[in-house]
């Protein structure tokens, strides 16, 4: 997407589970739109890829570790001297049945998803909270509104997201920082996984008839980002083709 309509210079976006995917494709928008970019990832061969590409920062930690995730947020204080975007994207799959679940798949996935979006948006907000100025996008889940056989864990960690959201939004108003979610539908690793019968199946519920191309979710997170939505917090955005309706 070559058109950039969004001004972010001057500005500093922290994005989680930037080295690949979404997380990736967001990074490299707030990059092209002037923003410093502190990308997080838990890959390092996959990170020092990524952040040479996009020629920007990169913040090796553990979202689901309260320290890790305070250096990053102190990196990008020391390096950039402001945090002006939270972008929580980090995420991990424990997938089976409810019965088949261990303790460590319902842990692991909670404590990245509903964890790590906890975490780096507390230990942010002192610093929107000086600026009076921040915004805060989540990435939660179609599973997380309708559920999905074999994803209690991840479901349960994506309904959380929007509870938190909505409170987040509530609570930090006041400091001029909003908080919202979007819930994407787009061509990942995981969805080009996918059996091409089961994907076919898949698709034919997309009402625009197409997964998305993951550029696509990064420039609905940059216009929450943006001062064009400055009035615009609490909201759960489907990035979805219309599946959710």
């Known amino acids: 997407m070559s058109n950039i309509t969004f001004d972010f210079t001057g500005q500093t976006a922290i994005v989680t589970g930037g ?49 890790s995730v305070q250096s990053v947020v102190d990196l990008a204080i020391e390096r950039t001297g402001r945090i002006d975007v939270l972008v929580n994207n980090a995420g991990i799959l424990r997938d089976r049945l409810l019965w088949k679940l261990t303790d460590d798949d319902y842990e692991q996935v909670m404590a990245v998803h509903a964890g790590g979006t906890f ?25 997380g509104l309708h559920g999905n056989p074999g994803q209690a864990n991840y479901a349960m960690a994506k309904a959380g997201i929007i509870g938190f959201t909505k409170t987040a939004a509530k609570e930090l108003a006041r400091f001029g920082v909003t908080v ?66």
């Open 180 to 245: 919202n979610a979007i819930s994407p539908n787009a061509e990942t690793r995981m969805v080009a996984s996918i059996p091409d019968d089961k994907k076919a199946q898949m698709t034919a519920q997309i009402p625009l008839g197409r997964f998305a191309d993951a550029q696509e979710m990064a420039a609905a997170v940059a216009f929450l980002a943006s001062a064009e939505a400055g009035y615009i917090t609490g909201v759960i955005l489907p990035v979805d083709g219309g599946i959710a309706i």
């Open 119 to 143: 975490r780096f948006t507390r230990a942010c907000v002192p610093h929107f909270r000086t600026q009076n100025h921040g915004r805060v996008i989540n990435v939660t889940s179609y599973t």
């Open 19 to 67: 080295a690949r995917g979404i997380g990736f494709e967001i990074g490299r928008f707030f990059r092209n739109a002037g923003a410093e970019v502190v990308l997080v990832d838990f890959d390092k061969v996959a990170l020092d890829e990524a952040t040479e590409e996009l020629r920007c920062h990169g913040a090796l930690a553990d979202v689901s570790d309260s320290d």
